[in-house]
């Protein structure tokens, strides 16, 4: 199984609402990622999770919180979002059992969460 | 400090035609070098990726050697098909700490029939 899996695909929510975004892997992997996509845009680095604890958070505003409850499974709860905040929200996993989770370790991405603000 | 520049797209080329998406990096230390492709509406796919100087990543037909003297990661392709039309992306990695992958801009390919 290499597989990152995001759910939902697709969601459109009102600026008023409060929704979560969940990402789920078992490849064992002891690191995972929020990033953000705009359109035309390369991903943009949200949230570092290592070992189940949040390492990075690259200055996102507080609307945004992430959570990690186990190993395998990453939220990225949303409350309060702008219409600027629409994008393809992606999850990633690195890091297998036993590896040092550094400069060799490549990144599994997600398919993406849509996510529409209106 | 750490970056990757991609050139410019969009790319396109008809089917059977060579192609060759330029990237060079910036790195502190000694980078991984990865290519990652997305095709439309959905995320990203590892296509490929060199850990060290001169080591050639290849993948179903794509290929791209870490060029420590010319700081580069060209990716090449003999033959594109239809199927190849993607956005492509440049990404390195340092041993930083920070557990984070330095992306290019993308390259939009299209190949036509």
């Known amino acids: 199984d290499t597989e990152v899996t995001q759910t939902p695909k697709h969601l459109v929510m009102g600026m008023t609402n409060k929704k979560s975004l969940k990402c789920e892997q078992h490849m064992g992997h002891r690191a995972m990622y929020w990033y953000k996509q705009k359109a035309k845009k390369p991903p943009e680095l949200m949230f570092v999770y290592s070992y189940e604890k949040l390492s990075i958070n690259e200055s996102v505003p507080s609307r945004f919180s992430p959570e990690c409850p186990n190993s395998s499974l990453l939220n990225l709860h949303l409350h309060a979002l702008q219409p600027e905040d629409s994008a393809l929200y992606l999850c990633?996993?690195?890091?297998?059992?036993?590896?040092?989770?550094?400069?060799?370790?490549?990144?599994?991405f997600g398919q993406g969460t849509r996510l529409t603000v209106v | 400090g750490n970056s990757v520049t991609q050139m410019e797209g969009p790319v396109t080329l008809s089917e059977e035609a060579f192609l060759t998406i330029n990237c060079t990096y910036t790195a502190t230390g000694y980078p991984s070098l990865f290519w990652y492709v997305q095709y439309p509406g959905e995320g990203l796919q590892l296509l490929l990726k060199?850990?060290?100087?001169?080591d050639k990543g290849s993948n179903k037909g794509f290929e791209a050697t870490y060029r420590k003297e010319t700081t580069s990661f060209h990716l090449e392709k003999g033959s594109v098909q239809v199927s190849d039309s993607a956005v492509y992306f440049c990404?390195?990695?340092?041993?930083?700490?920070?557990?984070?992958?330095?992306f290019g801009t993308g390259t939009r390919l299209t190949v036509i029939p």
């Open positions: 060199a850990t060290k100087a001169d």
């Open positions: 990404a390195l990695r340092i041993e930083s700490g920070a557990n984070n992958l330095f």
């Open positions: 990633a996993s690195s890091g297998r059992p036993g590896q040092i989770i550094g400069v060799n370790t490549e990144a599994f």
